[in-house]
């Protein structure tokens, strides 16, 4: 199932401060073309990676097949603090709130989990909530 609605990869590099990097970029120059992510959205894998207030925070993410990686690790290059794979993603979108950038992860309805919260500026922090017993 794709994402819905599908996520807005303008808004993701706004988000993000920068272009992600496509999966088979590498792999589609060697065998003689170029798609580009952008021609192959949402049904492709790209990864957004950008550093903010300490932290390297990385989203990979393929719309078409509701997979989303988030990892948040201290920068430069220190240890891991989150590293969250996450399937059934219904929906990924960027929300302004009161000079607040916030990444939103939702998930169906019937799912233990509630959305997921990564506020990336002015601070970073991760706000999620689980109930098993849903």
Do not use: C
């Amino acid at each position: 199932m794709v994402m819905e609605p599908i996520p807005s990869y303008e808004e993701l590099i706004w988000l993000f401060e920068a272009e992600p990097v496509y999966r088979y970029a590498e792999d589609e120059r060697t065998a003689g073309y170029e798609f580009g992510w952008r021609e192959l959205w949402p049904y492709t894998a790209v990864t957004f990676q950008t550093a903010r207030a300490g932290y390297d925070i990385e989203m990979y993410i393929e719309p078409g097949y509701e997979v989303v990686r988030l990892r948040l690790r201290v920068a430069p290059g220190g240890a891991e603090l989150l590293d969250l794979d996450l399937r059934g993603v219904r929906s990924v979108g960027v929300e302004r709130i009161h000079g607040r950038e916030l990444l939103r992860l939702d998930f169906p309805d019937d799912s233990p989990a509630s959305t997921l919260w990564l506020r990336m500026k002015p601070d970073v922090a991760v706000l999620w909530s689980y109930d098993l017993t849903n």
